[in-house]
Structures are given as structure tokens and as C-alpha cells.
């Protein structure tokens, strides 16, 4: 509860749980490992949780950063922090050294929330930061969860209006260092909104929410908008495959989203088989590209499940487009078109529409959008040069208006003075039987500037030798122009993937180049 004057047409973050406290006080909202939580004892948390921060000597505007897999102390703290007017920044917790610090001390973060097991790790890099504070999560004696779960529900002075900034959402770093997105509760209250029309949310009961909190998609796409609608929302760690089959049995689970890195093994995976799936009504996936030879092979596998492609990206809260079931058919290959808050342009160099049909870059406007960047003036204005944001995608929209991701600008390979898709690249390999994975990019050439060069993991049982490679190579002539294909096939175990399932290209591109 909060006491203290605000603006009475404001809508904060935290309103979105307020509400659906309100309207359905007795509905389980969350549940996480043993624990369980109504709309109303969330609510109840959040406030507790957010006094409790202040009472850090936090001010409104100070910066706190949570280090953590997705638990229920993960989604209070953020929750804590909007209701407090502090700043959330959410931090992949895979990273460590340099990466983690860097984060931290950009941010300017005071306190660092984390799990006990990272606890160490923070602590290894805090004398490099402003962090003055690690306090631990939960799954640990003195845990802030403790305080969190129970007790007397506060009275908060503090005064937070939609324009406030509430969280710094950093980039996924695929292509240069993470920015800090700075997004307001007005711009991702709009995002709900979008994904809750364009999602069909209010037709769902319940979801299942495993991929990272940290990354904007599982928070801001399906765990917040689900918790907006009234939805029960499972909550797992991490989006293993045979956890996540075994909760969409147990708890009749009607909408699940994944990156396409979890539903590929999940649709190799052998329990797919005899597993029951009967309650899903709604499959989302979205953070990278999903190969259309992967999606007709789980269309086949899951006959009768809606498919929703979702995409977009962090500095626009993230979803930006959807393409819906029933559009998959006539457009398997589309990420779709705007949501209700999005609008968008395809351009030139130039800054020129482009026609339809044809490729240039994708350009949003959108009460979704950051402000900017944090501490980064210089990329804050390139971004919105024109009035416009402009995302970096190459995208082509056809007369409907539907998009169709070509590539990201800086993944376009100039091959002989002639530029390449890396994705059309990628989709013809991967329908042949031995590819498992891959990845196209550039290398340097001294004849073609760039060739294009595809990094190869292969199925179980196969491997990788000169006449495999000579086979992939002649697959990919039989359906791509000449300059198209690929001039080297590199064979690997993996690609270098973030936590969200982004592929890494400027790693990629930097370990092949030096062998590794």
C-alpha cells in the first residue's frame, strides 16, 4: 500500500499484481517448487519486499541488481523494486569476471540480490562496483524471502509514477558490449497490454514460465501479462526438458513458451512420446530464430497446438510483432505483424521506405520504447535518429504488412560485393538429416571479402570429415543460388549461446577465426 501522493492516471508495474489482487484475492498467482502464493499474498509481498529495500538506505532512482534462476524471490524482488521506485536490473547469471562487473558497475547497481550458490561469485568482483550490499535471495538461513513471505504489509511513502524508470534492461551483447535499455512502468505496462491481446492470455488459465526472468521475454512477455489476466503461473529454475514435460502432465499446464534451443531437444527428446501434453492449448516460442524445418517438425509432432512466433527485442519491452496459428500455414516463415502498440517502417540506407517485398531496416514507434540508453547519450541518439528507433533487424514486408526477419545488419555477409542472408543459408542445411544445429557467418577471404561459412553441429552418430562437408555444400546448391553457398564447413559441439537461447555470432565468428 502506498500512502504517498501520486498521479491518479499513473499505471505502475506493480498496479498490474494491485489489481488482479483486488479482482481475484483468493486465485493462486504463483507457484514455485513447495510454495504457493494467492494474487493477494503477492501482493502482500511486494510490499514487504519493497520496504524492506528502502529501509536499505535506497532512495528512489538507486539502482538494484538480482543475480538469480527464476524463483519466486526473483519475480518479488523486481515486483519490490517497481513498488519502492527503485530501479531493477536484471543479471544473467551465467556471467562472471569481467562480464559480471562490467554490468554492475555500468549500472551504478547499490545492492546485488542473488542466490546462495552466486552469492561468492558477486562478492569475487564488488570491489570493481558500486555494490555496497549482497544480500541473498532465498534457499538460504537470513534469506530475504523470509522476510518477504510474512508479516505485517507496510505503508510506503514513496510516490512512483509511470514515467519512472524501473528497470535497466540490458541488451543480450550479441553483437558489441550489453547497453542498458531504460525502460519506464509506462512503457511495459503498454507491452502487457500488447501481449496479452496479441498472446490470446485471456483465453489461458495457466502457463509454465521456465525460460530466465532475467531476459525480458520470460518476464516482461508471459510471467507479467499472465499475472495481469489473473492466470496461475508455474514457475521452474531453468526450462529443462524433462522437468518441463513432467509439469505440463501434472498440472494440466494450457500455455508454454520456449526458445527454440529448448524445443528442439524437447522434440527429439524420448518421453516426447508418451508424454501427456493433452492440456496445451498454446505454444509460444521467440528470443532467436526459429529454422521453419524445426517448426514443421514440431507441427507434426504437436498436431492441434496453436503456434504463436513472437518477436522483438529488449529496448521495445520485447514483443514488437506476433504471427498467430492460423497465419503459420500461409506463412511459416514470417515473425508477423506489429501489436496493438507497435507501429514500424522498413527503410534504406538512406532512411527511404522501402518497397514491398523487398529488404531494409526495421524502424519502430512505440509507447513500448525506451527512453534511451543508460549513461550511453551517443547511442541513444543513433538509435532514435529520425524520430524512429531503429532496431538493427533487415527485415522485408510483404503488402499485408507481414515481416520476415532477413538477418541482423551486422550478420549480413558481403560475399563478393553481394550480400547474404545468413538465416536462408542456415534454413537450407538444416533440412539435412545429419544437422542438428547451425550457424552461418563470415569470415574473411582474400578473393570473395567475406565467404560465407557454415558452423555445423551434427546429429548424435554422425561425423564430421572433408566428405560430409563436400555432402552439406551440395545439399545447399540444390536450393540456393550459387553465391549463397557455403565456402567452408566448420563441424563443432556446440554453438556459444547466451542463457536465453541468442546465439552469439561475434563469438562464433572470433573463435573460428582463431581456431579455437
Not at 501434472?250 to 529448448?262: D, K, N, Q, S, W
Amino acid at each position: 500500500m502506498t500512502t504517498a501522493a501520486a498521479d491518479p492516471r499513473s499505471s505502475t508495474v506493480d498496479d498490474v499484481v494491485r489489481r488482479s489482487a483486488g479482482r481475484h484475492p483468493d486465485r493462486a498467482a504463483l507457484v514455485f517448487a513447495d510454495r504457493s502464493w494467492t494474487y493477494a499474498e503477492l501482493d502482500a509481498g511486494v510490499s514487504r519486499a519493497a520496504a524492506h529495500l528502502l529501509s536499505l538506505g535506497l532512495v528512489k532512482g538507486d539502482r538494484v541488481a538480482t543475480v538469480g534462476a527464476n524463483s519466486d524471490a526473483y519475480l518479488l524482488a523486481f515486483l519490490g523494486c517497481a513498488r519502492a521506485g527503485l530501479v531493477h536490473v536484471p543479471v544473467n547469471y551465467a556471467l562472471t569476471g569481467g562480464e559480471l562487473s562490467y554490468l554492475l558497475r555500468q549500472s551504478g547497481s547499490r545492492v546485488a540480490l542473488v542466490d546462495p550458490a552466486l552469492r561468492e561469485t558477486v562478492e569475487s568482483v564488488r570491489a570493481d562496483t558500486a555494490v555496497e550490499q549482497v544480500l541473498v535471495l532465498h534457499g538460504a538461513p537470513g534469506a530475504v524471502l523470509e522476510g518477504w513471505a510474512e508479516g505485517p504489509v507496510p505503508e510506503l511513502e514513496t510516490a512512483v509514477v509511470d514515467t519512472d524508470l524501473v528497470q535497466l534492461l540490458y541488451t543480450s551483447g550479441t553483437t558489441a558490449l550489453p547497453k542498458g535499455a531504460m525502460m519506464t512502468h509506462r512503457a511495459l505496462v503498454h507491452e502487457y497490454l500488447s501481449c496479452v491481446v496479441g498472446l490470446d492470455f485471456t483465453a489461458v488459465g495457466s502457463q509454465l514460465v521456465c525460460m530466465p526472468l532475467y531476459h525480458s521475454a520470460g518476464m516482461h512477455v508471459f510471467l507479467l501479462p499472465g499475472l495481469m489476466v489473473g492466470m496461475t503461473n508455474h514457475l521452474l529454475p531453468r526450462p529443462d526438458v524433462p522437468a518441463v514435460l513432467g509439469m505440463v502432465a501434472e498440472h494440466r499446464i494450457e500455455a508454454l513458451f520456449l526458445a527454440p534451443t529448448v524445443w528442439v531437444p524437447l522434440a527429439n527428446h524420448p518421453d516426447l512420446a508418451t508424454a501427456d501434453l493433452s492440456s496445451l492449448r498454446q505454444a509460444y516460442y521467440g528470443a532467436s530464430i526459429m529454422p521453419v524445418p524445426v517448426l514443421q517438425r514440431l507441427q507434426q509432432q504437436l498436431p492441434g497446438l496453436g503456434f504463436y512466433n513472437c518477436f522483438g527485442q529488449s529496448e521495445i519491452g520485447p514483443l514488437a510483432c506476433v504471427l498467430r496459428p492460423e497465419e503459420h500455414a500461409e506463412r511459416p516463415e514470417s515473425c508477423g505483424r506489429p501489436v496493438v502498440f507497435v507501429e514500424t517502417r522498413v527503410v534504406d540506407e538512406e532512411g527511404a521506405d522501402v518497397p514491398a517485398g523487398e529488404s531494409g531496416e526495421l524502424l519502430y514507434r512505440s509507447p513500448q520504447l525506451c527512453t534511451g540508453y543508460w549513461d550511453n547519450p551517443e547511442a541513444s541518439e543513433q538509435a532514435f535518429a529520425g524520430g524512429w528507433f531503429h532496431s538493427g533487424d533487415m527485415v522485408r514486408a510483404d503488402e499485408a504488412g507481414y515481416l520476415t526477419v532477413v538477418d541482423r545488419i551486422k550478420d549480413v555477409i558481403n560475399t563478393g560485393g553481394v550480400l547474404v542472408a545468413s538465416r536462408e543459408v542456415e534454413d537450407a542445411l538444416y533440412t539435412h538429416e545429419a544437422v542438428a544445429e547451425v550457424a552461418v557467418i563470415a569470415q574473411p577471404d582474400e578473393r570473395w571479402i567475406e565467404a560465407v561459412t557454415a558452423v555445423v553441429v551434427l546429429r548424435e552418430g554422425r561425423v564430421g570429415d572433408d566428405d560430409l562437408a563436400a555432402e552439406l555444400i551440395a545439399h545447399a546448391r540444390s536450393t540456393l543460388a550459387p553465391f549463397k553457398i557455403p565456402k567452408r564447413v566448420h563441424f563443432v559441439a556446440d554453438l556459444p549461446r547466451n542463457q536465453s537461447g541468442k546465439l552469439l555470432k561475434r563469438v562464433l565468428r572470433d573463435d573460428i577465426s582463431s581456431g579455437t
